[in-house]
């Protein structure tokens, strides 16, 4: 019993994992085949955001890309949550994976910090 409350604490606690959750649970899980979600603008975003990464060396510069990532995750979770309210479960799938992307961005940046030191 220990460990469904700690899987739960951790699903709850973390917005990506809540979202995924909460899609499974209205039968919306998002597929590997569900590419059509996500348009070509984000994706060209993000693979601009990655090379800007990859060339930036200076703790600094990854902190302000790290603060700009938080700032579009946060803009992106405030719409799923409206999309979830208002059951717009489309458009909850797609916000949900733009915020995976932008996790991974997130990771990413974190990463580099730590080789940076």
Request: glycine letters at 4%.
């Amino acid at each position: 019993m220990a460990t469904n409350v700690t899987r739960a604490y951790g699903v709850i606690g973390d917005p990506l994992s809540r979202a995924l959750h909460l899609l499974e649970l209205r039968g919306a899980a998002i597929e590997e085949s569900d590419s059509s979600i996500i348009d070509n603008n984000l994706l060209i975003e993000i693979m601009e955001v990655r090379e800007e990464i990859e060339d930036t060396s200076s703790d600094n510069e990854l902190r302000a890309l790290l603060l700009s990532c938080h700032g579009r995750q946060s803009k992106i979770y405030g719409e799923l949550v409206n999309a979830f309210r208002e059951e717009r479960i489309e458009d909850a799938k797609s916000d949900t994976a733009k915020l995976q992307y932008w996790n991974r961005v997130e990771e990413t940046i974190k990463e580099k910090i730590s080789s940076v030191r």
